[in-house]
């Protein structure tokens, strides 16, 4: 599917356009085309393209996903690409969404994900956000409609977060229930920990590297960029330095869930090995006594006396009992 729609600068409603008809309407002193699609394949785009003359590796990134999240030049034109993040159960689902832009036009492409579907890129939202600041400041330019569109990348960011801290709250649970001895059978928060921990790498991946992308642009490197829109991606640059703080706290608090998992482990392991230790004291006794009287000699006193098993067993546990209190009193059984 692939939309179109133009801006003017002034107060007249955006009107949406067919593709063909982009190209009468490029005019950035009146106003800016905004294309949007989630086929780079499709003819109208690459017939678009050509007639932007589109700098051919920025085409073949359009073409193909699985481009790092950056900022690259090209003459007059310059291209952004980035990650569109929803968290499921503990799994990172990503889109990468491509933008191409220059003075009075943008080109977005959501491409295909591959590793489970995030949803819709919500588009709409974009718009809204992009015309309120039109109607605000009297302009459509195209600065302002690509911080909109990294604006909603990062408040999607934020919602991932809030998840993160969701989960890492419940692997917490799981892992202060796992301490008691009666959920040591049940190690399903170690897979969730886990989890966790590949799903926030690769979140890490694809938000963090958002930084320099804005950096770039306030440091006003993008020449199409007007002062205007560079107010509201110093906002946005704060956003990503929050939303990178709040993963490096997250990498923390997983890393010491992880060590505390260990811990508990270790716990469980050396509880076993007390008992097994203390058991083995309090047997070692009965099994003394019996290695004795099992020695082949002629005046063995079970032999001929009739109460001597009932007086031997007897013997075991008086000498069992006081051992097993010893242990009991240091909660080794």
């Not at 490029?26 to 106003?31: H, I």
């Not at 007639?51 to 699985?66: C, H, P, S, W």
Request: glycine share 6%; proline share 3%; with cysteine.
């Amino acid at each position: 599917m692939i939309r179109a729609w133009w801006y003017g600068h002034d107060s007249e409603p955006p009107g949406e356009s067919d593709v063909g008809d982009v190209m009468g309407r490029l005019d950035a002193s009146k106003g800016t085309v905004w294309v949007d699609t989630d086929d780079a394949a499709t003819p109208a785009l690459q017939h678009l393209l050509d007639e932007l003359d589109v700098n051919k590796f920025a085409r073949e990134d359009l073409a193909k996903a699985g481009q790092r999240t950056k900022l690259a030049h090209y003459d007059d034109h310059f291209h952004v690409a980035v990650y569109d993040c929803v968290l499921g159960d503990t799994r990172l689902h990503t889109r990468e969404i491509d933008i191409v832009f220059s003075a009075g036009w943008v080109i977005s492409v959501h491409q295909h994900p591959d590793d489970g579907d995030p949803g819709d890129f919500p588009v709409d939202t974009v718009r809204r956000r992009f015309e309120l600041q039109r109607a605000q400041h009297g302009t459509a330019d195209v600065g302002l409609l690509l911080w909109a569109l990294l604006d909603v990348v990062v408040d999607r960011y934020f919602q991932v977060s809030e998840t993160f801290d969701d989960r890492l709250d419940e692997a917490e649970d799981a892992v202060v229930a796992a301490a008691d001895e009666r959920s040591a059978q049940d190690d399903d928060h170690v897979m969730l920990l886990f989890a966790l921990a590949k799903a926030l790498v690769r979140f890490r991946r694809a938000a963090a590297p958002l930084r320099d992308v804005t950096a770039e642009i306030v440091r006003r490197e993008v020449s199409c960029i007007p002062e205007l829109a560079i107010v509201h991606f110093r906002d946005l640059a704060d956003h990503v330095l929050r939303v990178s703080d709040l993963i490096e706290s997250q990498r923390d608090v997983l890393t010491g869930l992880r060590d505390a998992e260990l811990a508990t482990s270790s716990n469980r392991l050396s509880r076993s090995q007390q008992k097994i230790a203390a058991w083995g004291a309090i047997l070692i006794v009965a099994t003394l006594i019996t290695g004795v009287l099992g020695m082949n000699f002629r005046n063995a006193p079970e032999l001929d006396w009739e109460e001597g098993f009932l007086v031997i067993v007897g013997l075991m546990v008086l000498l069992g009992i006081p051992i097993f209190w010893f242990f009991k009193k240091r909660d080794w059984i």
